[in-house]
């Protein structure tokens, strides 16, 4: 079956416009997940949505960050005013139900963000 | 402060040769410790996962143990194969009782295997 699946896979943005990353999670699942992976880290944590409702943004770096999920399945994080340090790999991932315990969590290819 | 610390940062060994990386983590409370496989330019993908209760698990040629007394875990790759080079993730579930207990991933040991 499909898997996550994220676009664009690349975009490069000007420093100071607007973009907006899709994630498309594996059909049923209920949670969903963003990530941000600087170059040479770890993913770190920005939100959680489980169905339709962000249960948590305390990773959301700064108010320029949005993500929302308005139907409980596609999920579009949006950046607004791009500066250079969001240059990154913004990763997806679903979940079938919520994540505590052994609920394995399922990556998307992420997309690679460049703002020049 | 949660962290998850691993070593080696990189590692190269021949085809055929195992290997262990390393992984210690202040996470606490804990509920589960991850390791992911991430190939370049993909999405991270679970090899294992283990709660407090286990200390080892294995899938195929990736066996990882767990110490939660002394907030370490390693995984071992035995008969190193080329498909084996990867970025290799511990990842520590932080538990919340009954909410989305937060994930904290390491930055990786960056494993080259070469023939």
């Known amino acids: 079956g499909a898997g996550v699946s994220q676009s664009p896979r690349y975009k490069v943005a000007k420093r100071g416009q607007d973009v907006a990353l899709r994630c498309d999670p594996i059909?049923?699942?209920?949670?969903l997940f963003w990530y941000q992976q600087a170059l040479g880290q770890g993913p770190e944590f920005l939100t959680y949505?489980?169905?339709?409702?962000?249960?948590?943004k305390s990773g959301l770096p700064s108010d320029r960050f949005f993500a929302e999920r308005p139907e409980g399945s596609v999920s579009t994080l949006k950046i607004q005013r791009t500066q250079q340090e969001d240059s990154a790999v913004y990763l997806c991932?679903?979940?079938?139900?919520?994540?505590?315990?052994?609920?394995?969590?399922?990556f998307g290819p992420g997309t690679r963000l460049t703002v020049l | 402060k949660n962290q998850v610390e691993q070593s080696p940062q990189s590692l190269i060994i021949l085809e055929g040769k195992n290997c262990t990386l390393q992984?210690?983590?202040?996470?606490?409370?804990?509920?589960?410790l991850r390791w992911y496989k991430q190939d370049t330019g993909r999405g991270p993908v679970s090899l294992t996962i283990?709660?407090?209760?286990?200390n080892t698990k294995s899938n195929g040629r990736y066996t990882a143990t767990l110490d939660a007394d002394t907030k370490q875990s390693s995984l071992h790759i035995t008969a190193s194969q080329l498909s084996d080079s990867a970025s290799y993730i511990c990842?520590?579930?932080?538990?919340?009782?009954?909410?989305?207990?937060?994930?904290?991933f390491g930055r990786g040991t960056q494993l080259t295997v070469w023939p």
């Open positions: 991932a679903s979940s079938l139900r919520d994540n505590r315990r052994r609920i394995e969590q399922f």
């Open positions: 059909s049923g699942h209920v949670s």
């Open positions: 949505f489980q169905n339709e409702a962000q249960l948590d």
């Open positions: 992984c210690n983590y202040t996470v606490s409370p804990f509920s589960n």
């Open positions: 283990m709660t407090f209760s286990e």
């Open positions: 990842v520590v579930s932080h538990d919340r009782g009954s909410t989305l207990g937060r994930l904290y």
